[in-house]
C-alpha cells in the first residue's frame, strides 16, 4: 500500500524537541522525504532518502527510519519552524507518489 | 540560481481545459525531471504526475489518467501541464517541481504555485 499516516497535529515549546511521525507498509524498502510548507508558500524539502538534509536546510531538522515508521526531528524548535509538513514516498518503480496527510506543528 | 517560474493564475469554467506552464532556469533543463503536485484550498498535497525531461516519459495519477497530459519544450526549458474537462473539486493551486536522481529523485526545487479555479 502506498498510504502514508500522519498525526495531525504537534504543540511544542520554543527550544523543545519536536518529533514527527509518518508510517506506511512501503515505507521499510521505499525511500521517505520530507517537506516544510508555511502559510501560502509552496513546499521547501527537509529531508531525502530518509536521512539526508540538503545543505541549505538547517541541522536543527533530522530524519530516521525504523519499520514502517520514518520520523521528522526538529531539535530546539523555534518560533519560525511552525508550518505544515509532509511525508511523501514512492512505490519501486517510481511510478506512484504517495503524500502524507500533513502535520500542522504549532510552537506555543 | 535554479528557479522554476510559473504562470499565473487562471479562472475556468466546468468543462473546460487549462494549461499551466513551468518555467526552469540555473540549470541544465534535460537533467531533472518535472513532477506536478496540486493542492486543494485547505487541504494536503496531492500528487498529479512528473514528466521525464530527457525523453518525454510520463507518469500520471491513475485517478486523473485520460484528462491530463504533461509536455516539455527542450528549447524554452519549460514544462507545461494541461488538465481537461475540468471540475469544481479541481480547484486548486498547481505546483512544479523538479528532481534528479542525484537526490534520490527528491523534489528539491519548486515553483511558485499556480492557482487555478473552476466555477461556473
Known amino acids: 500500500s502506498s498510504e502514508l499516516t500522519q498525526p495531525p497535529s504537534v504543540s511544542v515549546s520554543p527550544g523543545q524537541t519536536a518529533k514527527i511521525t509518518c508510517s506506511g507498509d512501503?515505507?521499510?524498502?521505499?525511500?521517505a522525504y520530507w517537506f516544510q510548507q508555511k502559510a501560502g508558500q509552496a513546499p521547501v524539502l527537509l529531508i531525502y532518502?530518509?536521512?539526508e538534509r540538503p545543505s541549505e536546510i538547517p541541522e536543527r531538522f533530522s530524519g530516521s527510519s525504523s519499520g514502517t515508521t520514518v520520523t521528522l526531528t526538529i531539535t530546539g524548535v523555534q518560533a519560525e519552524d511552525e508550518a505544515d509538513y509532509y511525508c511523501?514516498?514512492?512505490?519501486?518503480?517510481?511510478?506512484?507518489?504517495?503524500f502524507g496527510g500533513g502535520t500542522k506543528l504549532t510552537v506555543l | 540560481q535554479v528557479h522554476l517560474v510559473q504562470s499565473g493564475p487562471e479562472v475556468k469554467k466546468p468543462g473546460a481545459s487549462v494549461k499551466v506552464s513551468c518555467k526552469a532556469s540555473?540549470?541544465?533543463?534535460?537533467?531533472?525531471?518535472v513532477s506536478w503536485v496540486r493542492q486543494a484550498p485547505g487541504q494536503g498535497l496531492e500528487w498529479v504526475g512528473w514528466?521525464?525531461?530527457?525523453?518525454?516519459?510520463?507518469n500520471y495519477k491513475p485517478s486523473l489518467q485520460g484528462r491530463v497530459t504533461m509536455t516539455t519544450d527542450a528549447s524554452t526549458s519549460t514544462a507545461y501541464m494541461e488538465l481537461r474537462s475540468l471540475r469544481s473539486d479541481d480547484t486548486a493551486v498547481y505546483f512544479c517541481?523538479?528532481?534528479?536522481?542525484?537526490?534520490?529523485?527528491?523534489?528539491?526545487?519548486w515553483g511558485q504555485g499556480t492557482l487555478i479555479t473552476v466555477s461556473s
Open positions: 532518502k530518509d536521512v
Open positions: 517541481a523538479s528532481f534528479t536522481q542525484a537526490r534520490g529523485d527528491a523534489f528539491d526545487i
Open positions: 514528466i521525464n525531461t530527457y525523453n518525454g516519459n510520463t
Open positions: 512501503a515505507l521499510p524498502k521505499q525511500y
Open positions: 540555473g540549470y541544465t533543463f534535460t537533467n531533472h525531471g
Open positions: 511523501q514516498s514512492t512505490d519501486s518503480r517510481f511510478t506512484y507518489v504517495a
